[in-house]
């Protein structure tokens, strides 16, 4: 568990939800707004941002003073199970299973590169118009 969580945060929620629930009961059928909520949230974290509950929180920790034997060995059994070495054949299996791809070559263009173009433009724009005409001819023949 963090000492941000064991400090603060675990307090300031126990603290919210007990002024929310004083505020509720004083107020019947009505939700908490948002001034509402920023007023309880004040009244909890000057509960819990205190000098004293910081000191019990590095306590509690054994971050100060230094505690060494706060742990003990079966706290860290679990990470011994992580911790064993990755067999070497295994490595290999996987390499000759799943080989690193390789790059494509680049395929053609297909399609014939186009461009944009300005359709508002009188001399552009009559050429493009007689060559959709001409292509219109062209179909119909």
């Known amino acids: 568990m963090q000492l941000s969580d064991r400090i603060v945060f675990k ?31 004040a009244k909890a974290y000057n ?5 004293e ?13 230094l505690e060494k034997d706060i742990f ?3 706290n ?14 295994a490595a290999a299996v996987l390499l000759e ?11 053609p263009r297909k399609r014939k590169a186009e461009s944009a173009a300005v359709l508002t433009a009188s001399p552009y724009k009559r050429l493009l118009e007689d060559r959709n005409i001409n292509k219109m001819k062209r179909e119909r023949e």
């Open 47 to 51: 509960k819990v941002a205190s000098v």
């Open 72 to 74: 003990t060995e079966a």
């Open 11 to 41: 307090g300031l929620k126990a603290f919210y939800n007990r002024a929310a629930d004083q505020w509720m009961t004083t107020h019947p059928g009505k939700r908490i707004g948002i001034y509402q909520m920023a007023g309880l949230f």
């Open 97 to 107: 299973l799943s080989p690193r791809p390789r790059p494509q070559e680049a395929r």
């Open 76 to 89: 860290f059994m679990a990470a011994e199970v992580i911790e064993e070495p990755e067999p070497i054949a």
């Open 53 to 65: 509950r910081g000191v019990e929180g590095f306590r509690a920790s054994g971050l100060w003073p």
